[in-house]
């Protein structure tokens, strides 16, 4: 490690250790602004009072390349800092010597200089809610959805949903949706109680989209949280990694979050823009709206100072999820965990075969644990690794399995070393058009994106984007490896000798 290396991680250990007086320890919104109560109206959502506020304060011009204060966030790197504050890699570098060009995550907290480039109708600075609150996170541990929902006298507790091929009560729909996004239980239900009355209306909405979300066949509450769910995770895994930058709202209007925005509370702009516009748009994202609520049964997630990402992330070491001297297809570059769009945290791969589609492989070719841990989930849904072994898939790093046959599917509670059977590749769990194994990560439950500041390598090959979803590329040395779902030479990659 050279010297600028290793004073880099000195300082993300000291800031680590402490919590300083900046936006990982407190709610950096809570400002005059934020203090004042705002005024009842007459138009409500949901079932809640609508309130009128007075206007935010919102970011003043700058100078080109000016220099303005910021302290890391959780999550933060880069790339991703260089695209929300409309500057350059480079110039982040130059103006703060301290960090390496080779920095993954910023340590949250620390103090940036951040050259700035000022872009017209930058949104509110006001920040709805942490990113631990979001995610499921370690801060999820110890809430239990059922009997929450058993204390409150809204309609949710008695709902009932087929789904998955089974029937599921309220909570088992929360959970259920929580566990394969990756989205905080608390998040899901404040969403549900502010739009639709969940919590504390008697009975559901006469409407069907409960959540005004507008999709043929979608108006289930079930099928309205999945797709809320689905835009949660569009909007801040899309700022996490730098692709979001601007969205239009319901009419059309354009919409840039402030610069200083964490992803969290830039997923909830980008959520709310789905649905709402106008004065209902910034109540919605403002101090009286979704975190009032949340806070109303929760309490102030602000108050909870953890670190969802630390600074200095590195994944471990991972290999192939295939046998040793095999030869398999690289056929999904980089694509979402769960759902569809963003997060592009995995990546696909197929055993060899005689002919395409969904044919049962070779009694030989499996899918293999890609570093040692624990199965801590084996089910349609997914077999998540955990590689810690504390038990628990919301902490630590995981390998989530995706497509894995339920025949011989290694079963929950089963401690594994690198290279050990998982499981069959198959149609098996969500779409698939051909056997194949789908792989991502997460951290603290929060997925990674597979081409990031920590790039999703396995036995040496990195992974990279394509010019759209499932393209992409692998790359080890002079060798590169093209995504394709034709199986060809091109696509063909074996797995290292022990």
Not at 56 to 84: C, F, I, K, M, W
Not at 269 to 297: C, N, V
Request: net charge negative; with cysteine.
């Amino acid at each position: 490690m050279n010297k600028k290396n290793s004073c880099f991680q000195k300082l993300v250990l000291s800031l680590l250790t402490g919590c300083l007086l900046i936006s990982s320890c407190g709610n950096p919104a809570a400002s005059s602004s934020q203090s004042s109560t705002p005024a009842q109206s007459q138009n409500g959502i949901g079932g809640q009072p609508a309130l009128s506020q007075t206007p935010l304060p919102t970011r003043t011009t700058y100078s080109p390349g000016e220099l303005v204060d910021y302290n890391a966030q959780s999550g933060d790197t880069l790339p991703s800092l260089a695209a929300r504050f409309n500057t350059t890699i480079d110039e982040i570098l130059q103006a703060n010597p301290q960090i390496p060009r080779d920095a993954t995550t910023m340590p949250p907290g620390m103090p940036m200089k951040m050259p700035i480039y000022y872009v017209a109708l930058w949104a509110s600075p006001f920040q709805i809610l942490p990113d631990h609150a979001f995610v499921e996170s370690p801060t999820s541990i110890g809430f239990n959805t059922a009997a929450f929902l058993e204390s409150q006298p809204g309609w949710l507790k008695n709902y009932r949903v087929y789904a998955s091929g089974e029937w599921r009560s309220g909570a088992e729909m929360v959970d259920y949706i929580s566990m394969n996004y990756s989205l905080n239980p608390r998040l899901l239900l404040a969403v549900m109680e502010y739009q639709g009355g969940a919590l504390t209306a008697p009975v559901a909405p006469v409407s069907r989209n409960i959540l005004g979300i507008k999709r043929p066949f979608w108006e289930t509450p079930y099928l309205q949280l999945v797709l809320a769910a689905n835009f949660l995770n569009n909007g801040y895994y899309g700022w996490r990694a730098g692709n979001l930058v601007e969205f239009e709202d319901v009419k059309g209007i354009l919409i840039r979050p402030d610069p200083w925005q964490n992803a969290a509370s830039a997923g909830l702009y980008f959520y709310y823009s789905k649905m709402f516009s106008g004065e209902q748009y910034m109540l919605a994202t403002g101090p009286g709206g979704l975190i009032q609520t949340y806070e109303k049964f929760f309490g102030n997630p602000w108050n909870d100072s953890f670190v969802l990402i630390p600074g200095s992330l590195q994944q471990p070491e991972f290999t192939l999820p295939f046998p040793n001297n095999q030869t398999w297809s690289y056929t999904g570059g980089p694509h979402t965990g769960w759902g569809s769009g963003e997060p592009f945290a995995a990546v696909d791969f197929a055993p060899p075969a005689e002919k395409s589609g969904c044919v049962p492989p070779g009694k030989d070719n499996f899918a293999t644990a890609m570093a040692s841990g624990l199965i801590v989930r084996s089910g349609i849904d997914g077999v998540a690794l955990d590689l810690d072994k504390d038990g628990d898939e919301r902490t630590g790093w995981v390998i989530y399995y995706l497509h894995l046959a339920e025949d011989q599917r290694i079963p929950l509670g089963t401690e594994v070393q690198v290279g050990q059977f998982i499981g069959y590749p198959s149609c098996a769990g969500g779409h698939a058009t051909g056997t194949h194994v789908h792989i991502a990560r997460k951290y603290n439950g929060e997925w990674i994106v597979a081409d990031s500041a920590i790039p999703f390598q396995m036995s040496g090959w990195v992974t990279h984007n394509g010019g759209k979803v499932y393209l992409g590329t692998l790359t080890k040395g002079n060798q590169t490896v093209i995504a394709c779902d034709c199986s060809s030479a091109f696509s063909s990659i074996s797995s290292d000798s022990p």
